[in-house]
């Protein structure tokens, strides 16, 4: 069966540290990986793209890897705030249609 | 201020009525699209439209409806069919050109039965 996964338990980090957050997959061959943020009672909010091709992409703390031989994608937050706090979602995107598909995310707490 | 607003925040739907749950979009976006999130389970996909005047079935669209009159506007009914509605409801738009892959939401609507 098709089942995305990410670790459903809270990942506590200490403020300064490096948070790494997992998503894994099975049965897919998505063209492209994303990560999203969502804070409480608030809808996701877009953070990082990578595509198939990519091994790795950065923008400012954050930095993805995408390994579609290990089907599993590592999210990277660098010097971690508390303000990072949030739950972290992947979602999978199959190139014909632009759908996507999500995981339950992880939820992050920087604990200062 | 470009966006996706939805309304209400906050609802609440008595046993055998029918529900409207709002989204506007100001991105002049094509694609819109209705999620469902639950406790524990990623969003799952309720309808979604490509263009105004078409939308399609997500995965659980029964008990719900949408219409697509213009291309600002999807509005998600949750019928009296939907046994159980209770959960937290978003509404997203896809972006074009290089952000094709993006979607962009609103803050959701929690649903709760009476």
């Known amino acids: 069966s098709q089942k995305i996964e990410q670790n459903s338990e809270a990942l506590n980090i200490q403020e300064g540290k490096t948070a790494t957050l997992t998503c894994n997959y099975t049965n897919y061959s998505p063209a492209y990986l994303q990560w999203y943020r969502q804070d409480p009672g608030r809808g996701p909010v877009f953070l990082l793209l990578i595509r198939e091709n990519e091994k790795e992409k950065r923008k400012e703390r954050l930095k993805v890897t995408f390994d579609t031989t290990l089907k599993q994608s590592l999210f990277h937050i660098t010097a971690s705030q508390p303000a990072d706090s949030a739950t972290y979602l992947c979602?999978?995107?199959?190139?014909?249609?632009?759908?996507?598909?999500w995981g339950a995310g992880t939820k992050l707490i920087i604990k200062p | 201020d470009g966006g996706i607003t939805q309304s209400p925040k906050y609802l609440f739907r008595k046993e055998g009525q029918n529900v409207t749950l709002s989204c506007e979009q100001n991105?002049?976006?094509?694609?819109m699209y209705w999620y469902r999130q639950d406790p524990g389970q990623g969003l799952r996909l309720i309808y979604y439209?490509?263009?105004?005047?078409?939308?399609q079935k997500g995965d659980i669209a029964e008990g719900y409806s949408v219409s697509r009159e213009k291309k600002e506007s999807f509005p998600l009914t949750v019928t009296s069919a939907q046994k159980n509605p209770t959960a937290f409801y978003l509404c997203?738009?896809?972006?074009?050109?290089?952000?094709?892959?993006?979607?962009?939401f609103g803050a959701g609507t929690r649903l709760s039965v009476l």
């Open positions: 979602a999978l995107t199959m190139d014909s249609n632009y759908q996507l598909i």
């Open positions: 997203a738009s896809r972006g074009q050109g290089k952000a094709k892959n993006i979607q962009y």
């Open positions: 991105l002049n976006h094509d694609a």
């Open positions: 439209s490509q263009i105004v005047n078409d939308f």
